[in-house]
């Protein structure tokens, strides 16, 4: 019996490697949580994350691989609302595992392509090659499915303070909403600026919404301010007018 329970635990210690490297690659920072830090070589030079986008908002988005129509989509797309990104005080930053030389090539393809009649757009924002995959398995972006190391399509958008605000992951055969990702910044670049919170299919200029008043007492002094700014849809919805 002893000796039956020495060679299961061998067994199991063999296997904490693999487990580890498992839970590493699925699990990345989550909500609310410190983007990790690392260094990495980039079409644009060495990045030092987060320390080279000091009091800057940042977004961090993967993509599967260079070459490849949807990903070719989502890039020409990103770079042509790059200058609202900059207006927003917000960094861009790709990230895929293909080598620095294929980002280099696939960007200089871009120069001269034009989707649905768009205008031409340079690439502005660098694109992180991670052949290793030791960010991407920091930050939980490795398809599970994938035979040759490919990142998903993922987004972090993470704030000056380096806290993750908001994740997205969207399969490899369907390309990102550029608009949903800048309209999601807006959202909580408005919620830090108002402490307010931010109702469905909101946009910019839109009404938002107060935190609920604690009791009907609350409410009711709430209406008796007579705020025009404030609409009561039920004592504990409030929208407002910024």
């Known amino acids: 019996m002893k000796t039956k329970i020495i060679l299961f635990s061998i067994i199991l210690l063999s296997f904490q490697p693999i487990l580890a490297q498992t839970k590493d690659s699925i699990h990345g920072p989550m909500l609310s949580g410190t983007a990790p830090s690392f260094k990495a070589i980039s079409t644009l030079g060495d990045i030092n994350f987060p320390d080279d986008y000091f009091g800057k908002w940042k977004i961090l988005f993967s993509h599967p691989a260079d070459f ?5 989509t989502e890039i020409l797309a ?5 200058d609202d990104f900059k207006n927003l005080n917000t960094a861009l930053i790709g990230i895929s595992t293909d080598g620095l030389n294929s980002h280099m090539e696939w960007i200089k393809s871009m120069d ?9 757009v340079n690439v502005e924002f660098p694109l992180i090659s991670d052949v290793d995959l030791k960010i991407s398995k920091l930050y939980g972006i490795v398809q599970l499915d994938s035979t040759g190391n490919k990142d998903v399509r993922g987004v972090y958008i993470i704030d000056p303070d380096n806290k993750i605000r908001a994740f997205f992951y969207y399969p490899k055969t369907v390309g990102r909403n550029m608009d949903e990702i ?8 408005t919620e830090d600026k108002h402490n307010v919170l931010i ?3 909101w946009k910019p200029g839109d009404e938002v919404l107060i935190h609920s008043p604690k009791t009907i ?9 007579k705020d025009s700014k404030l609409r009561e ?6 929208f407002k007018k910024l």
């Open 68 to 72: 490849t129509p949807v990903c070719t």
């Open 78 to 82: 990103l770079a042509a609302i790059q």
């Open 112 to 120: 001269s392509l034009s989707i649905n009649g768009s205008k031409k």
């Open 182 to 189: 800048k309209r999601t910044l807006i959202a909580l670049q």
């Open 199 to 201: 109702p469905a299919n």
């Open 217 to 225: 007492k609350d409410a009711q002094k709430l209406e008796a301010k």
């Open 233 to 238: 849809i039920t004592w504990y919805m409030w």
